[in-house]
């Protein structure tokens, strides 16, 4: 992006994708880095369960690592391919057509530095499942990001909108919905998927929720008042670490390491 300001010192503007993306994105970062100086290595070996179309897996091959997506949909898969070849990584990034559910009919058990479940676990049949594979696909202390959709966000979000008896559903639904009109499968709590981590074998090191004001605060202010982007990310990082907020955030995020 060019710089607007004289001399070209004002740091590039973060665009406002940056809100879905910029807690996790910097903890997994530090995390990577993290794991790649124990191994005394700069390209790590990492598996993107249900990694779609690459949101992450471009980024983190962008990093140096090698990447390996599996994914049941081949539309996704497919942009997938292209968007590596468009950011130059296509050869640290491979596509396999699979499910967490059979993932070790295409991955290898205990082969990865790092495994990413992001925005999946809300999807698949059985999310318990789903994360014990992940962590079986990790290699002794290997790093596990988990991210999905958090209960009281969705219950907050309905309730500003008017829509006070969906809100309500949400709270009593087992699966954390809030009507057979809600596209959401499933949601968690922060204990739920910490729960879930733990129970699958992993140490738990910290809990992020993400998208706490991003998703409540009327766009027109993000957008017209200068700054207000950078304000707002900066203060979605500074809660996503604090417990009094996860239960109030769009989406979790467990940061782990597989037990030995
Ligand atoms: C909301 S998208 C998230 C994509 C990506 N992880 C990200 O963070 O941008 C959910 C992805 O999960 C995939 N998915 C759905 N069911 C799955 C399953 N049983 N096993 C693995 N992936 C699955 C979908 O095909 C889709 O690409």
């Known amino acids: 992006m060019p710089d607007p300001s004289p001399g070209g010192k004002t740091p590039p503007r973060q665009p406002r994708s940056a809100l879905r993306t910029s807690v996790v ?11 790649a100086k124990v191994r005394g290595t700069d390209s790590l070996d990492v598996l993107d369960t249900g990694g779609g179309s690459g949101s992450f897996a471009v980024p983190v091959a962008r990093l140096g690592h090698r990447v390996t997506v599996v994914d049941p949909s081949p539309n996704a898969l497919f942009a997938l391919e292209r968007r590596a070849a468009e950011a130059g990584v296509a050869d640290r990034i491979k596509g396999v057509q699979g499910d967490v559910h059979g993932l070790f ?3 290898e058990r205990d082969g990865y530095d790092a495994v990413l479940c992001h925005g999946v676990l809300e999807y698949v049949d059985d999310p ?10 990790l290699r002794a202390d290997g790093t596990i990001s988990l991210l999905a959709a958090g209960l009281g966000g969705a219950v907050l979000a309905r309730a500003l909108a008017g829509h006070f008896t969906e809100a309500r ?7 954390g919905r809030w ?21 699958a074998g992993v140490e738990v090191g910290a809990v992020h929720g993400v998208r706490v004001f991003a998703d409540l605060v009327p766009g027109v202010l ?3 008042e200068p700054r207000a982007l950078e304000a707002l990310l900066k203060l979605e990082a500074a809660a996503a670490e604090l417990p009094a907020f996860h239960s109030v955030a769009t989406q979790l995020h467990v940061l782990g390491e597989k037990r030995a």
């Open 25 to 35: 994105w910097e903890v997994l970062k530090d995390a990577l880095d993290r794991r």
């Open 128 to 137: 318990a499942e789903g994360v014990r594979n992940t962590v079986a696909a």
């Open 105 to 107: 009919d295409v991955v």
């Open 222 to 224: 993000v957008d017209t």
């Open 169 to 175: 559903q949400a709270l009593t639904d087992p699966a």
């Open 179 to 199: 009507g057979d009109g809600d596209p959401m499968p499933r949601r968690f709590t922060a204990e739920q998927l910490t729960t879930l981590a733990s129970d």
